[in-house]
């Protein structure tokens, strides 16, 4: 196998037979243990030609896989001419090498595979940033120990001053490029991080913001271009959104909010991916209300929720209020998982973000978190306050009106977030509250 060969990290439409050591415990499904690392390798343009499966008690020290099986998987490579093999493990530097010896062919590991992902559907400056960041700290470090360019010595001629003895290790050189590279990045990602920081924080206190998270390919974009008649990218493929898309979603008499689309959530996600991308996930770190969308059709849905809790919990979108979003009911053969998860979420709702089902009623559910519960109020302010005037008429039911001395008496009914907004106009006079009967919650 060539050094070209295995600096090539891409994928694209070559041949590749995929390889899962089956571990106790593993989160693989256990009706099609190797659907997901299929779903990537069909994602990044392999062709699939063959798979193996090995159920072990603990990895091999040496290949992850066993003896036997590797002697397998090189036959396999040779019978197919296969171009490389996909492991659905995270595998060290010196089994990827002896891999690859065996098989004389590229390896690459899940992480590697979905950092090749990332790297071709990057499209925005920040995410080329992010991935090129997640390459140099995850991905080079475990390429070190088997690139054999990095075992040369430079400088090595024995003649003239200061360059008598073996010289420097490329290795160490090499290391030298890439601080300096992710130095670099780092600076330019903060820049990045903190103008979009401003954006989100002045988004979010003129706007309720609403953020779609979920597992990848759960739906996510269709809903977004559902509830706002966009045209964002969408394919049944993982990880089709890298980065985030923001527009306004009109729910209806005058209310409105920011919806958010995110990139997709996977298990075992590069943990150095995670740290990288908290920047694009910035808006849903930060939204009044996560819609957590879920592939109620998908065998494993149960299990990519549990991931996606798991990530949220890890980029630190802990606090905000949440609403499971049960997509892709249309597809469903029997309700067991929508029975187990109502138990335990008793107000997540139902729909086909394909067809529109059930978008009536998401909607309706998302304007109640928004206005957080109606109340009777009494406003007084001034006649001239055309801007506080309108924004009450447009978010509020207006049940009474009188003048009095250059100044309008409201009382409406209105909810409880547009209450607070319309206490933060410095314009506003005086508000008298009480809790309305018939409460939304």
């Known amino acids: 196998m060539t050094q070209m060969q295995r600096e090539q990290l891409t994928v694209i439409r070559e041949r590749a037979v995929l390889v899962a050591c089956l571990l106790p415990r593993n989160a693989n499904d256990p009706h099609d243990p190797l659907g997901e690392l299929r779903a990537l390798a069909d994602t990044a343009g392999a062709i699939v030609v063959d798979e193996l499966l090995q159920n072990r008690n603990r990895p091999d020290p040496a290949a992850f896989i066993g003896s036997g099986k590797l002697k397998d998987l090189a036959e396999m490579v040779r019978a197919h001419k296969a171009h490389v093999v996909l492991f659905d493990n995270d595998l060290s530097p010196s089994q990827i090498s002896n891999v690859e010896v065996a098989t004389e062919c590229k390896v690459l590991d899940r992480s590697e595979l979905i950092l090749d992902i990332f790297a071709a559907r990057a499209r925005t400056y920040e995410s080329k940033l992010q991935v090129e960041l997640a390459q140099l700290e995850y991905t080079y470090p475990r390429l070190t120990a088997m690139w054999s360019h990095l075992e040369r010595i430079a400088g090595g001629a024995p003649q003239g001053i200061g360059t008598r003895g073996p010289g420097e290790q490329q290795l160490e050189i090499d290391r030298r490029i890439v601080q300096r590279r992710k130095a670099e990045l780092k ?204 924004f009450i008429e447009s978010r509020a039911n207006v049940c009474d009106r009188q003048y009095d001395d250059g100044n309008v008496v409201m009382t409406v009914r209105i909810g409880r977030r547009q209450l607070d907004q319309l206490r933060a106009m410095a314009t506003v006079v005086r508000v008298i509250e009480e809790a309305a009967q018939g409460q939304e919650h």
């Not at 298990?267 to 969308?293: G, K, N, Q, Y």
């Not at 809790?309 to 630190?316: C, K, T």
């Open 187 to 390: 600076r330019e990602i903060t820049s990045v991080q903190q103008r979009k920081k401003r954006e989100v924080a002045r988004r979010n206190r003129d706007h309720f913001t609403v953020g779609l998270v979920g597992y990848t390919n759960a739906g996510k974009s269709t809903l977004f271009n559902t509830a706002t008649d966009d045209s964002a990218y969408a394919d049944d493929k993982l990880f089709a959104t890298l980065s985030t898309r923001t527009r306004r979603w009109d729910l209806g008499g005058g209310d409105s909010v920011m919806l958010s689309d995110t990139v997709g959530f996977v298990r075992d996600l590069p943990h150095h991916l995670v740290a990288s991308f908290r920047a694009t996930l910035e808006e849903a770190v930060h939204s009044d209300l996560l819609l957590i969308v879920l592939d109620i059709a998908h065998p494993r849905a149960v299990q990519q929720l549990r991931t996606v809790a798991q990530v949220l919990n890890e980029i630190g979108a802990t606090t905000q209020r949440r609403l499971l979003v049960l997509n892709k009911i249309d597809l469903l053969d029997h309700n067991a998982d929508v029975l187990v998860l109502q138990r335990e979420y008793p107000d997540l709702a139902q729909m086909s973000a394909r067809t529109g089902l059930g978008m009536t009623e998401l909607t309706e559910m998302v304007r109640r978190f928004m206005r957080g519960g109606l109340v009777n109020a009494q406003l007084t302010l001034p006649v001239t306050d055309g801007k506080a005037i309108h």
